[in-house]
T-cell receptor
Framework: DAGITQSPRYKITETGRQVTLMCHQT?????MFWYRQDLGHGLRLIYY???????DKGEVPDGYVVSRSKTENFPLTLESATRSQTSVYFC?????????????FGDGTRLSIL | ELKVEQNPLFLSMQEGKNYTIYCNYS?????LYWYRQDPGKSLESLFV?????AVKQEGRLMASLDTKARLSTLHITAAVHDLSATYFC???????????FGAGTILRVKS
């Protein structure tokens, strides 16, 4: 089915471990985004990508790394997980800049760091 | 730095009543989005507002945008239980679709 898929849906890991969250979209959207959702903060942008091999920082990028070698994939890596990175992570995509369409969101990954 | 404030953050209302959720933002933008989120679920797009004076309606929900006042409203008419959810507004920082979200309004409609 067309859409945006995140994996895993749930992840428990320990502090100091590396963990990668996957995001795959089938719409061939140019833009992809990673957000984290925490109570009282809404969603905050971590990183975004305007196209393959083009990425940029958002509001809260520290401790995260992204890559985008293919248009359809946008993985997010926590290089050395900390408890403060416990959150729900959402991936989103949109057609292009100046588009009148909203961003489309995946189902989220609930990440717990012990 | 763009700041987006929603109020109220929590709203408990009776079925059949009307109410308005407010979304204020701190810098110039003429692109604003409203999303709905059910518990444990993804975000669903409700409205896309792209100019001053824009008004969109879908069922019991109506959204408007006043870019001069830097204010958007989401009006609920004759609330029903199915509208219970968290509602977010999000303002576009630049035409790269970089969104800044409000903290969200948790709506509970009681029968």
């Amino acid at each position: 089915d067309a859409g945006i898929t995140q994996s895993p849906r749930y992840k428990i890991t320990e502090t100091g471990r590396q963990v990668t969250l996957m995001c795959h979209q089938t719409w061939s959207h140019s833009y992809m985004f990673w957000y984290r959702q925490d109570l009282g903060h809404g969603l905050r942008l971590i990183y975004y990508s305007a196209a393959a091999d083009i990425t940029d920082k958002g509001e809260v990028p520290d401790g995260y790394v992204v890559s985008r070698s293919k248009t359809e994939n946008f993985p997010l890596t926590l290089e050395s997980a900390t408890r403060s990175q416990t959150s729900v992570y959402f991936c989103a995509s949109s057609e292009a800049a100046y588009s009148n369409q909203p961003q489309h969101f995946g189902d989220g990954t609930r990440l717990s760091i012990l | 730095e763009l700041k987006v404030e929603q109020n109220p953050l929590f709203l408990s209302m009776q079925e059949g009543k009307n109410y308005t959720i407010y979304c204020n933002y701190s810098t110039t933008s003429d692109r604003l989005y409203w999303y709905r989120q059910d518990p444990g679920k993804s975000l669903e797009s409700l409205f896309v507002l792209l100019s001053n004076g824009a008004v969109k309606q879908e069922g019991r929900l109506m959204a408007s945008l006043d870019t001069k006042a830097r204010l958007s409203t989401l009006h609920i008419t004759a609330a029903v239980h199915d509208l219970s959810a968290t509602y977010f507004c999000a303002v576009d920082m630049e035409y790269g679709n970089k969104l800044v979200f409000g903290a969200g309004t948790i709506l509970r409609v009681k029968s």
